[in-house]
C-alpha cells in the first residue's frame, strides 16, 4: 500500500519568506509527527498529532513555525520568516495509534538561502 | 528522559564480514527500542524493534539486535555484510511520552 508521502521533496527560498510543507500520512493512521534532521544528525522531534489535535508540540523551536491537521489527516508544517539556520530535511511520520510503530516519509529538503 | 549514543560515527567491513553497529541508551524506566536505516535519498525504514518481549531481537534482512540491561546496550549485528547493506543507521530510542529519540547515526560502508 502508499506509504507516507511529502512534498515538495525539495524546497529552496530566501531568507525571510513563508514556506508551507505538507505531509500525506498512510491511510487511516491517526496519529502523525514531525521530526528534523540537520546535516550530520539524527532526526529530532518537532510535534505530534492525535487526530486534530496538536497533543505535543514542545519541540517546535520558536513560534515561527507552526502545524496543522484541520482534518485528521493531511498536515502542513508552516515556517515564518524563515532563517538560514531552518535549512535542514523534515520528516514526516505517521502510526495507526500513538505510541505504535512510526513510518516515516522521504521527507523534504528545505535550502534557506 | 531517554537518550541513545552511537558509538561509531561511521563502520566500515568487506562484502561477506559480520557487522556490529554499537548503541548504548539511558533511561529511567523500561525502553523501547528500534534501529532504523536510511538509505540516500529513501524514507527511514523499521529494522527492528524491542518492547520487552525478548531481549534477542531479529529484524529484517537478516539483522539482529540484543537486549542487555546489565551494559544498557542494544548492539545491531548481522553475521554476513551484502553490499546493499550500505546506509546510515540510527539507534532511537521511544517513551511514554511518544518522541522518538534518535541517536547521531552510523554509517555503515561495506566495501568489495
Known amino acids: 500500500g502508499a506509504g507516507v508521502s511529502q512534498t515538495p521533496s525539495n524546497k529552496v527560498t530566501e531568507k525571510g519568506k513563508y514556506v508551507e510543507l505538507r505531509c500525506d500520512p498512510i491511510s487511516g493512521h491517526t496519529a502523525l509527527y514531525w521530526y528534523r534532521q540537520s546535516l550530520g544528525q539524527g532526526p529530532e522531534f518537532l510535534i505530534y498529532f492525535q487526530g486534530t489535535g496538536a497533543a505535543d508540540d514542545s519541540g517546535l523551536p520558536n513560534d515561527r513555525f507552526f502545524a496543522v491537521r484541520p482534518e485528521g489527516s493531511v498536515s502542513t508544517l508552516k515556517i515564518q520568516r524563515t532563517e538560514r539556520g531552518d535549512s535542514a530535511v523534515y520528516l514526516c511520520a505517521s502510526s495507526s495509534y500513538l505510541g505504535e510503530t512510526q513510518y516515516f516519509g522521504p521527507g523534504t529538503r528545505l535550502l534557506v538561502l | 528522559a531517554q537518550s541513545v549514543t552511537q558509538l561509531d560515527s561511521h563502520v566500515s567491513v568487506s562484502e561477506g564480514t559480520p557487522v556490529l553497529l554499537r548503541c548504548n541508551y539511558s533511561s529511567s524506566y523500561s525502553p523501547s527500542l528500534f534501529w532504523y536505516v536510511q538509505h540516500p535519498n529513501k524514507g527511514l525504514q523499521l529494522l527492528l524493534k524491542?518492547?520487552?518481549?525478548?531481549?534477542l531481537v531479529k529484524g529484517i534482512n537478516g539483522f539482529e539486535a540484543e537486549f542487555k540491561k546489565s551494559e544498557t546496550s542494544f548492539h545491531l549485528t548481522k553475521p554476513s555484510a551484502h553490499m546493499s547493506d550500505a546506509a546510515e543507521y540510527f539507534c532511537?530510542?521511544?517513551?511514554?511520552?511518544?518522541?522518538?529519540?534518535f541517536g547521531k547515526g552510523t554509517l555503515l560502508t561495506v566495501n568489495p
Open positions: 532511537v530510542g521511544g517513551g511514554s511520552n511518544y518522541k522518538l529519540t
Open positions: 524491542y518492547t520487552s518481549a525478548a531481549t
